[in-house]
């Protein structure tokens, strides 16, 4: 039953203009930084020729690419789930969904898988350009495969907390723009964490979305990185089951 939800997700992104408008603005934006780092890496080409233990092409212009990305669709997750639940509220058809032969944990799971599908086909169209590069050079495959890891791991916890903001509303605008603030702040949450490492800067660090990927961006392949999304993700799938729960007996 979960994957009947997540189909039904899927197949409705892809019946309005939204998703495919996405995807081209997406790629367009994203191809023009890859071409801008390709175009970088050739200018500093003939000094790295004389640097011992020189970063290569994964470094300046795979990494590069990853790290825009997620500060590129960190503007575009909120769209697509703002209305995964407001919708429902907001034209009266969540006691509909509550009476269907679901729990509120498949729905709440299939909505996310739903979401989390489109985005990993995005991420394997964004994939593509590093892999381009194949033809006239080497990617070290294991910063790669760290990259991608990192990047899914990432719109999968932007997507969890998404769901949950969009099951405390009626309003998909509100949805999107609390969505937004919220991963936003996630987002910038260390960066007064040099200065205040005394003060619960550590806290702060660990908390912020940023500073895992980062590291994954790196290569550092780190369960403690993996666990926090992991966890992240788990919080605020739980929270919207609890939330529509709530919604279900007041019903």
């Known amino acids: 039953m979960i994957m009947i939800v997540a189909q039904r997700e899927l197949r409705s992104l892809f019946l309005s203009p939204l998703a495919w408008t996405i995807l081209a603005v997406v790629q367009a934006i994203l191809a023009y930084m890859f071409f801008s780092q390709i175009e970088f890496f050739m200018q500093i080409q003939p000094r790295l020729a004389g640097m011992q233990a020189a970063p290569g092409i994964t470094e300046i212009i795979v990494a590069p690419l990853f790290g825009n990305a997620a500060v590129v669709l960190l503007l575009i997750v909120p769209l697509l789930t703002m209305r995964l639940i407001s919708d429902e509220r907001r034209n009266q058809t969540l006691s509909l969904l509550f009476s269907a032969p679901l ?100 806290v702060m660090a660990y908390l912020s979305l940023v ?39 007041q019903s």
Not at 153 to 159: D, I, M, Q, R, V
């Open 103 to 202: 729990s509120m944990t498949e729905i709440v799971i299939g909505k996310f898988l739903g979401i989390t599908a489109f985005l990993s086909l995005m991420m394997l169209m964004i994939l593509l350009m590093p892999l381009s590069l194949l033809s006239g050079g080497t990617l070290d495959f294991g910063m790669l495969a760290s990259a991608c890891l990192g990047l899914l791991l990432l719109l999968s916890s932007f997507t969890a907390l998404g769901l949950y903001m969009s099951s405390l509303t009626a309003q998909p605008t509100i949805a999107a723009i609390s969505t937004f603030g919220a991963l936003l702040l996630l987002w910038i949450l260390d960066w007064g964490s040099g200065s205040a490492e005394a003060s619960g800067g550590g």
């Open 211 to 249: 500073r895992h990927y980062e590291a994954l961006l790196k290569g550092a392949f780190n369960s403690a990185d993996i666990v926090y999304y992991l966890l992240f993700i788990a919080t605020f799938l739980i929270l919207s089951v609890r939330r529509l729960d709530a919604d279900r007996v």
